[in-house]
């Protein structure tokens, strides 16, 4: 019974990622203004905030870490990074490249030229530790396809002083070399027509570099000889040929290093 009522929430998630972006207005907040449009779905190629998904205006941090949340849902699958102060990119993992701002190496058309679905909801946090009162200022989600960009911002406040657990903090932070996995993006929600190849993010961070692993919905590891899937450097998950019976349902990734482990997943819905 609890199986199916998961089946059924992840569900009513993807219907709504349909059906929220039809005729609705999007607005961006940047550094150079407010941007507002009407998007609408017979364009195919939409980009939203899930709702509640976006950044409170402000965000006031009364302990000495926190964790800031952002989930975009879209069509072609958005991927999602973070700017401080309106200027400064901030790096998370080890894999700095264009292929890794978009589902690079999914399908965009079907065996006869058509347009695949391509919806998706892409989930992203911000890990934010040792925090210290020269922390404060605007984070901003910035969701990205090839052709749109959205913006949410929140402005940082630290409200407490530096004490001595934050000062151990930022020493052994400085003379250490392990950092927990921590899997800061991934794919929650994915919709697409069967026999498309698509693409699953799954993007961690962590010092040693952590070791990534997929499992099938039912539960069984995923490896580089699978037939029909492909492991991508960056720890995303490539599968080939989806269809109902083999791949809808819940799919989990793994990161794990000498000094933690984390794991998300991800909802696949194969329809015609």
Request: with cysteine.
């Amino acid at each position: 019974m609890g199986s199916s009522v998961t089946v059924l929430g992840y569900l009513v998630s993807l219907l709504l990622c349909l059906s929220l972006s039809a005729g609705r207005y999007l607005e961006a907040r940047t550094p150079y203004g407010t941007a507002k449009r009407q998007t609408s779905r017979r364009s195919g190629l939409d980009l939203f905030f899930k709702k509640n998904g976006d950044l409170p205006r402000k965000t006031v941090v009364l302990d000495k870490s926190a964790v800031l949340t952002c989930q975009a849902g879209g069509t072609p699958p958005p991927t999602i990074h973070w700017v401080k102060d309106g200027q400064h990119r901030i790096e998370q993992g080890d894999m700095l490249s264009n292929t890794n701002d978009e589902a690079f190496y999914e399908d965009v058309v079907d065996k006869e030229g058509r347009p695949l679905l391509r919806r998706s909801f892409t989930k992203a946090l911000l890990y934010l530790d040792c925090i210290t009162p020269d922390m404060e200022g605007d984070y901003s989600c910035v969701a990205d396809t090839p052709t749109q960009r959205i913006v949410s911002t929140t402005t940082l406040g630290v409200d407490r002083l530096l004490d001595d657990r934050e000062e151990s903090c930022l020493v052994k932070r400085a003379f250490t070399e392990k950092m927990p996995a921590r899997i800061y993006q991934w794919t929650s929600n994915r919709l697409e027509k069967r026999g498309a190849t698509i693409q699953l993010f799954c993007r961690a961070e962590g010092f040693p570099t952590p070791r990534i692993t997929w499992k099938t919905p039912d539960l069984q590891i995923i490896s580089e000889e699978d037939l029909g899937y492909e492991l991508l450097p960056n720890g995303d998950l490539l599968i080939r040929n989806v269809q109902w019976a083999q791949h809808m349902g819940v799919f989990t990734c793994i990161a794990e290093n000498d000094s933690g482990k984390d794991k998300k997943i991800t909802f696949v819905y194969p329809t015609k």
